[in-house]
């Protein structure tokens, strides 16, 4: 699809100010390999990546690799200058860590930094090892670094819940959400598996028991369906806020997301519930909006109550709540011009139950909505618990500008 740009839209202030940000910004920049579980080739993919940017000119200093053992990514170290590591007394043992001061002093123009989530050694400056990251991208030292999903750590619950084991070591979102590129490294578990097997991710005794408990095919594939859905969530936010800069009109069809209309209608709470079932359906974010207008200052401390619940629904079930100030002549102009600044491929609404004198003398927000969609879908609902695939679902679709 051509890019399409609106003469009466502005870039969104925000992501031109990201987007500034960005190029004005002296850090380093920051790129993470993701996998689904131990043993995927994270490590492999990141040095392979770097004897590329190396072949290219440019100046690579491995920080601190592990390569546990594992033949093929050894070789891999041939070739790149190594940092020596620091050696720490702690309770009567030297420990071994990434000697920072000696990186920064080294100034390469990119560090390899192996296992983000890791806990430093006592005596270290940082704690963890992600803090270690930070500084060498504030001395502007590009980094490549390596974590498995489940030491991210808004989704440290739902891993222990799978795996019935919980990853103790984790990463704040907000690092991962800072990178400048992400990069899963996807091994599907049959493959995985036997790796396993073969002795290429541990050694025998250890593989063994780990195919007995946390690589059972079911964990790796829940594992590896989180690692996609977070990969994917980085790469829509930053096609999200490309359009936003550039004030390109949505939507670009590259992933679902699908925005439900709310007011103070009794069926609103049916409303959330189905698009939640459509947006697990699709695996789509999706934002449940009320318009704010003269009228709601009319409504009863009943209504009120009643749409502040249904917002409340929204949130509770996973998605996004928002309350948008009226500023078009009529809601649906509000409406579509969110859904086109958020890239929204499908928007749900209640049919009305208004008659239809109500609405040749007042207009109808759903009739409106289905003219000026354009290419995105509107999905006008009726009945209270709206269950899909049924026949209460009536869509209107229009294709065009």
Same mark, same amino acid.
């Given at each position: 699809?051509?890019?399409?740009?609106?003469?009466?839209?502005?870039?969104? *202030?925000?992501?031109?100010?990201?987007?500034?940000?960005?190029?004005?910004?002296?850090?380093?920049?920051?790129? !993470?390999?993701? #996998?689904?579980?131990?043993?995927?080739?994270?490590?492999?993919?990141?040095?392979?990546?770097?004897? %590329?940017?190396?072949?290219?000119?440019?100046? &690579? &200093? =491995?920080?601190?690799?592990?390569? @546990?053992?594992?033949?093929?990514?050894?070789?891999?170290?041939? +070739?790149?200058?190594?940092?020596?590591?620091?050696?720490?007394?702690?309770?009567?043992?030297?420990?071994?860590?990434?000697?920072?001061?000696?990186?920064?002093?080294?100034?390469?123009?990119?560090?390899?930094?192996?296992?983000?989530? @890791?806990?430093?050694?006592? +005596?270290?400056?940082? *704690?963890?090892?992600?803090?270690?990251?930070?500084?060498?991208?504030? @001395?502007?030292?590009?980094?490549?670094?390596?974590?498995?999903?489940? @030491? !991210?750590?808004?989704?440290?619950?739902?891993?222990?819940?799978?795996?019935? =084991?919980?990853?103790?070591?984790? =990463?704040?979102?907000? &690092? =991962?959400?800072?990178?400048?590129?992400?990069?899963?490294?996807?091994?599907?578990?049959?493959?995985? /598996?036997?790796?396993?097997?073969? +002795?290429?991710?541990?050694?025998?005794?250890?593989?063994?028991?780990?195919?007995?408990?946390?690589?059972?095919? #079911?964990?790796?594939?829940?594992?590896?369906?989180?690692?996609?859905?977070?990969?994917?969530?980085?790469?829509?936010?930053?096609?999200?806020?490309?359009?936003?800069?550039?004030? /390109?009109?949505?939507?670009?069809?590259?992933?679902?997301? /699908?925005?439900?209309?709310?007011?103070?209608?009794?069926?609103?709470?049916?409303?959330?519930?189905?698009?939640?079932?459509?947006?697990?359906?699709?695996?789509?974010?999706?934002?449940?909006?009320?318009?704010?207008?003269?009228?709601?200052?009319?409504?009863?401390?009943?209504?009120?109550?009643?749409?502040?619940?249904?917002?409340?629904?929204?949130?509770?079930?996973?998605?996004?709540?928002?309350?948008?100030?009226?500023?078009?002549?009529? !809601? %649906?102009?509000?409406?579509?011009?969110?859904?086109?600044?958020?890239?929204?491929?499908?928007?749900? !609404? #209640?049919?009305?139950?208004?008659?239809?004198?109500?609405?040749?003398?007042?207009?109808?927000?759903?009739?409106?909505?289905?003219?000026?969609?354009?290419?995105?879908?509107?999905?006008?609902?009726?009945?209270?618990?709206? *269950?899909?695939?049924?026949?209460?679902?009536?869509?209107?679709?229009?294709? #065009?500008?």
């Amino acid at each position: 699809m051509a890019n399409q740009r609106d003469p009466d839209k502005r870039p969104s *202030p925000d992501a031109l100010l990201e987007a500034a940000r960005r190029e004005t910004d002296r850090s380093g920049r920051l790129k !993470i390999f993701i #996998g689904a579980a131990p043993g995927v080739g994270k490590t492999y993919e990141m040095l392979s990546s770097a004897h %590329a940017r190396l072949k290219a000119g440019v100046d &690579v &200093v =491995v920080g601190v690799v592990e390569t @546990h053992g594992r033949i093929e990514t050894e070789a891999l170290l041939r +070739g790149l200058e190594v940092l020596p590591r620091k050696r720490l007394a702690y309770r009567d043992q030297t420990l071994e860590e990434m000697d920072l001061d000696a990186l920064i002093a080294r100034r390469p123009q990119l560090a390899l930094v192996d296992e983000l989530a @890791h806990t430093n050694a006592p +005596g270290s400056r940082h *704690p963890k090892r992600y803090l270690d990251v930070e500084e060498l991208l504030s @001395h502007g030292i590009d980094v490549y670094t390596a974590i498995n999903i489940q @030491h !991210i750590e808004s989704l440290n619950d739902v891993v222990a819940q799978i795996t019935h =084991v919980r990853v103790r070591e984790t =990463v704040p979102d907000s &690092v =991962v959400d800072r990178a400048d590129a992400i990069e899963l490294i996807d091994l599907t578990p049959d493959d995985l /598996i036997q790796r396993l097997k073969e +002795g290429k991710v541990y050694v025998p005794r250890q593989a063994e028991r780990a195919l007995e408990h946390y690589f059972s095919p #079911g964990n790796l594939t829940a594992l590896r369906e989180l690692a996609l859905r977070r990969t994917a969530e980085r790469v829509d936010e930053q096609l999200l806020n490309h359009m936003q800069a550039n004030a /390109i009109q949505g939507p670009w069809a590259a992933g679902e997301r /699908i925005l439900v209309c709310l007011s103070e209608d009794p069926r609103a709470a049916g409303l959330v519930r189905y698009t939640k079932r459509l947006a697990d359906r699709l695996h789509a974010q999706w934002t449940a909006v009320s318009i704010e207008t003269r009228r709601s200052l009319q409504l009863s401390d009943e209504q009120r109550d009643r749409l502040a619940d249904s917002m409340r629904l929204a949130e509770s079930l996973g998605g996004e709540a928002l309350t948008l100030p009226g500023v078009g002549r009529r !809601i %649906a102009d509000d409406v579509i011009n969110f859904a086109q600044a958020n890239n929204v491929t499908q928007i749900i !609404i #209640g049919k009305s139950t208004r008659s239809r004198w109500f609405e040749l003398t007042h207009g109808s927000v759903v009739h409106d909505l289905v003219r000026r969609a354009g290419n995105i879908s509107v999905n006008v609902i009726a009945g209270d618990e709206l *269950p899909v695939g049924k026949a209460a679902v009536q869509t209107a679709q229009r294709q #065009g500008a």
